[in-house]
């Protein structure tokens, strides 16, 4: 999955005066407001990465994949 879309969002936001538009087609960011949150949910990223769990699967796509 790319994080192209995310990378460029940031970007725009971290450098407004280098991008006057964006074209984004099917990307989708998360925002994390609080800190520890963020914190709590990479440290769960990191305890299972390349595990074969399906809990783990579901957390991990759930940060980058939109609910419908």
Known sequence: ???GGSVAIRYALE???R???LVLYG???RAFGD???AR???DLIRQG???D???HRQFFTSLFMPEN
């Open 1 to 3: 999955m790319s994080q």
């Open 27 to 29: 990307t989708f960011a």
């Open 49 to 51: 990465w390349g595990s």
């Open 19 to 21: 991008v006057s538009h």
């Open 15 to 17: 450098h407004p005066e």
């Open 53 to 55: 769990r399906p809990a």
């Open 40 to 42: 709590t949910q990479f």
């Open 35 to 37: 800190p520890a949150e």
